[in-house]
């Protein structure tokens, strides 16, 4: 395991460094890192070798193991105690391969642990499949069983893709229902079309049918007029946060209400017009926001606590640093709903000089956040001292 900390002092020598070196040389600074943290922070490598790891979330039984998604592979591995399973949990079909996102961003993405999962042993994943003609998004239930997923079994099937924007992240909401992240398929006006599943977020019971309660009655569809919501997760207070990402600039963060339209492909960020709910923040840059997570644990100080983490993913194939993404940021907020105040603090920032980038992050049962970066195959850590 490699550990990582780049204080400002040693900043301020790096810069110094850079400055006095020869071009000929070519030879790296050995004070650098690559990563940037406050004070206290270090970064942790807990695992590499993984091929295009997506999403990851921790069993909620307290064994402490780690599920990654891999992206073109479908395999899902488990981590225990820093180390790699040997196999792994299940591997799913994608009949994807190319690299990423050479031919496009299909595969396994999202992951979710069932609310009574201690007693059903289930857990759910989604997943976009190639087809001959078309990509289709699929959501799929197994039974952990020794570290492996047995009696699977196909709860939603044939959900519209294209070559991104397919179904993605899942989450589960304090009401115990399954909520489902789907991209638009590069077919826009399906955002604004109830009668189509992508552009939208879905609400399905664990079982896999439609809640009586939902908006639209016999469908799936909990809100619409979206473009790439690539993750989505619940506050402390249970509200429902999705980051949408725009076309060229006009990334968003939204809070997702039941029958809302929030006017993809009208227009992006705020647009004040009835009928249509509009973002609590817009990015005016690209930042590709792509993994979120509530922090409600009390390791990190007081104040990172009861906030957002938001991986911000930046551009696809950026080299080194960049100066609006490629970092991990703690949202706070004030205020709620559509009224929702946010202000913005880095926790993380990549100082890499090779193409390297953050995707998904979650919470630890030790405190602590964990990340996946994609190009790279690793899972971090981001352990916490004070000083």
């Not at 790891?53 to 039984?61: E, K, M, Q, W």
């Not at 857990?123 to 976009?128: G, I, K, N, R, W």
Request: charged content about 15%.
């Amino acid at each position: 395991m490699k550990m990582y900390q780049l204080s400002i002092v040693s900043i301020f020598l790096f810069f110094l460094a850079g400055c006095e070196g020869s071009e000929e040389s070519g030879n790296p600074s050995p004070l650098f890192e690559p990563f940037i943290t406050p004070a206290g922070f270090t970064v942790e490598e807990v695992v590499e070798g993984l091929n295009l790891p997506t999403s990851l979330a921790f069993a909620p039984d307290g064994s402490g193991r780690l599920f990654v998604n891999e992206l073109q592979t479908g395999n899902i591995q488990v981590i225990q105690g820093d180390s790699l399973l040997p196999r792994p949990f299940v591997s799913l079909a994608t009949f994807v391969s190319g690299g990423f996102p050479v031919d496009g961003e299909n595969g396994l993405i999202g992951i979710a642990f069932d609310p009574d999962y201690e007693r059903n042993r289930y857990v759910y994943f989604s997943y976009a499949v190639w087809s001959s003609s078309d990509t289709l998004g699929k959501v799929i239930r197994f039974r952990d069983e020794n570290n492996r997923g047995v009696e699977g079994r196909l709860l939603l099937d044939s959900i519209p893709g294209g070559s991104a924007h397919q179904v993605q992240s899942l989450r589960f909401g304090p009401d115990g229902k399954l909520y489902i992240a789907v991209g638009d398929a590069f077919r826009p006006n399906w955002a604004q079309d109830t009668a189509q599943l992508p552009g939208s977020i879905l609400r399905m019971n664990p079982d896999g049918s439609i809640p009586l309660d939902n908006p639209f009655p016999g469908s799936y569809i909990y809100a619409s007029g979206l473009r790439n919501p690539f993750d989505m997760t619940f506050t402390e207070g249970g509200e429902l946060l999705a980051a949408d990402i725009g076309a060229v600039l006009e990334d968003e963060i939204n809070v997702i209400e039941s029958g809302a339209n929030y006017a993809w492909p009208l227009w992006s960020g705020a647009g004040n017009q009835n009928g249509y709910v509009d973002p609590i923040h817009t990015w005016l840059e690209s930042v590709s926001p792509t993994g979120m997570e509530w922090y409600g644990a009390e390791v990190y100080p007081e104040p990172y606590r009861n906030s957002l983490m938001m991986v911000l993913f930046g551009k696809t194939f950026e080299v080194g640093p960049s100066t609006n993404s490629k970092r991990i940021q703690v949202l706070t907020f004030q205020g709620q709903g559509q009224s929702t105040q946010v202000s913005f603090t880095d926790l993380l920032i990549y100082n890499l000089p090779a193409l390297g980038n953050p995707l998904d992050i979650a919470l630890g049962p030790d405190g602590l956040v964990y990340f996946t970066d994609i190009f790279r195959g690793k899972v971090f850590r981001l352990e916490y001292q004070a000083e």
